[in-house]
């Protein structure tokens, strides 16, 4: 009989070893059943690992930071990294410039989770003060793209394929996610620590299999069923399928081919939040909030 696990996960193009992981058999093989749930938001994904509605969760080393920081008797950790941020800050058409933002309504997730503050940070770097932006929460990538191409909005930060399409709905790359944060753990795998301790075996086996498919999307002979992945579940064109694959794997700010958390990433992530003062300063060290154990089993 397979081990169900229920995955919530943002949509996003860097879902691909996910996809690759179930459409080729490699989770299955594992005797994992996993089925994907998508999220509306960072505070939706926390709470469903949280409460074990769902087993496991892709989403923000900082989500995990501030669950466990804000939720009594909250125990999530992050078992493995998925990448740096893949992160670009684009404005809306008329807002080229950083300077250009100077005033206006921001679209964000969550005030206080996410990679909200690489973006405030980026503009406090720039000279603003707090009451010269407005942080709207609006929720995960595919809405945060919807509210700047409709105009409700002037900036966000998106991750491909949603950079490139607003990029052709007229809108400006103002920084690259380097740009504002060279060392920073983005998105990472979360769950309970009490599921995690009563189910190691599937835990590790989860991560070897991701691990397993993302070295697949790796492989150059895999490309064509990789842009194929790409171009169904994101409804893109093979130009912009293309595209997005490039920025995935590339050697600097994609996937991280063997998932392994970025640990001085996450105290990056730290100090982000103890410097908007949304933690005491000094942080906590991030072993508080995460176990690399699990990892270290499965690609051992």
């Not at 973006?119 to 709207?136: M, T, W």
């Not at 392994?260 to 060290?285: C, E, K, T, Y």
Request: glycine letters at 8%; charged letters at 20%; one cysteine or more.
């Amino acid at each position: 009989m397979p081990t169900l696990i229920r995955l919530i996960q943002f949509r996003a193009a860097y879902n691909l070893p996910v996809h690759a992981a179930l459409e080729h058999g490699i989770f299955a093989g594992a005797g994992l059943a996993v089925e994907i749930e998508y999220t509306p938001g960072s505070a939706f994904l926390v709470e469903a690992v949280r409460t074990g509605r769902c087993t496991i969760g892709h989403a923000a080393a900082d989500d995990v930071v501030c669950d466990v920081e804000n939720q009594p008797g909250s125990d999530l950790f992050a078992f493995m990294g998925l990448h740096s941020g893949l992160l670009s800050l684009v404005g809306a058409p008329g807002c080229a410039t950083m300077e250009s933002l100077r005033g206006k309504p921001l679209a964000v997730d969550a005030r206080d989770s996410g990679f909200v503050f690489i973006l405030e940070k980026a503009l406090r770097d720039h000279g603003f003060s707090a009451d010269e932006y407005d942080l709207v929460e609006v929720g995960g990538w595919e809405s945060r793209y919807q509210t700047l191409i409709e105009g409700k909005l002037f900036a966000t930060l998106l991750t491909p394929p949603f950079v490139g399409a607003a990029v052709e709905r007229g809108c400006h790359v103002i920084a690259r996610g380097e740009e504002m944060a060279p060392v920073y753990q983005a998105t990472v795998g979360l769950a309970k620590r009490s599921w995690a301790d009563e189910n190691r075996t599937h835990l590790v086996d989860y991560i070897r299999c991701y691990v397993a498919a993302t070295q697949w999307s790796f492989a150059p002979e895999n490309r064509p069923r990789c842009l194929d992945i790409l171009a169904r579940h994101n409804g893109l064109t093979r130009p912009a399928a293309e595209e997005t694959l490039d920025a995935l794997l590339g050697p600097a700010h994609g996937l991280y081919p063997k998932a392994a958390l970025n640990v001085p990433g996450i105290a990056a992530a730290l100090d982000l939040r103890a410097g908007m003062g949304f933690i005491a300063s000094p942080p906590p060290a991030p072993e508080k909030y995460i176990d690399v154990s699990y990892h270290a089993a499965a690609v051992d």
